[in-house]
T-cell receptor, first 112, second 114 residues
Framework: AQTVTQSQPEMSVQEAETVTLSCTYD???????LFWYKQPPSRQMILVIR??????QNATENRFSVNFQKAAKSFSLKISDSQLGDTAMYFC?????????FGAGTRLTVKP | NAGVMQNPRHLVRRRGQEARLRCSPM?????VYWYRQLPEEGLKFMVY????????ESGMPKERFSAEFPKEGPSILRIQQVVRGDSAAYFC????????????FGPGTRLTVL
């Protein structure tokens, strides 16, 4: 069975510092996509970053970057220069052609 | 403790028919959320329910869509008179406490409208 594990239910970081959220997954598929979603209190799911498994280069979107370790099945999210607006739940997700799985989420609090 | 269960996993309907999607939350969870994932798009929040109450339906289309979470039984997302644009994956999640606590997602129901 395909699973996604986020081992950190809650994290906090000081404003302007860097934080890394962990995600591991388990699959026997070779082609898949990985995502990080941000969910603010509005409950909307905002796509933060996306990584194709066949790409070795780590995806980057402004202050957000990932460390994709395919062999280790690890997909961590690094947030640089944390801002108060980054406070939210963050979900890691994994998708193949026929299936999509989510982690349980990490609640990130950015402190002023 | 079984995870969040959704059924059916795949549902095919013809235009004009009704679609009923079921979500059984994890044991002990009284909060349920429904999301829709359209092809090539991200997840969109639809509705948040507690037992017998709709808390937030700001993401639900005004027509044809309804949701319920009865005292007994699964949560139901109902789509009446389906159209091709309703084809999507619909995910349910549950949590123990209020929103922004850990949410556990189900495997989703893939609805195809012919």
């Amino acid at each position: 069975a395909q699973t996604v594990t986020q081992s950190q239910p809650e994290m906090s970081v000081q404003e302007a510092e860097t934080v890394t959220l962990s995600c591991t997954y388990d699959t026997s598929e070779s082609n898949y996509y990985l995502f990080w979603y941000k969910q603010p209190p509005s409950r909307q799911m905002i796509l933060v970053i996306r990584q194709e498994a066949y790409k070795q280069q780590n995806a980057t979107e402004n202050r957000f970057s990932v460390n994709f370790q395919k062999a280790a099945k690890s997909f961590s999210l690094k947030i640089s220069d944390s801002q108060l607006g980054d406070t939210a739940m963050y979900f890691c997700a994994f998708m193949t052609q026929s299936d999509m799985r989510f982690g349980a989420g990490t609640r990130l609090t950015v402190k002023p | 403790n079984a995870g969040v269960m959704q059924n059916p996993r795949h549902l095919v309907r013809r235009r004009g028919q009704e679609a009923r999607l079921r979500c059984s939350p994890m044991k002990g969870h009284s909060h349920v959320y429904w999301y829709r994932q359209l092809p090539e798009e991200g997840l969109k929040f639809m509705v948040y329910l507690q037992k017998e109450n709709i808390i937030d339906e700001s993401g639900m289309p005004k027509e044809r869509f309804s949701a319920e979470f009865p005292k007994e039984g699964p949560s139901i997302l109902r789509i009446q008179q389906v159209v091709r644009g309703d084809s999507a994956a619909y995910f349910c999640a549950s949590s123990v406490l209020a929103a922004n606590n850990e949410q556990f997602f189900g495997p989703g129901t893939r609805l195809t409208v012919l």
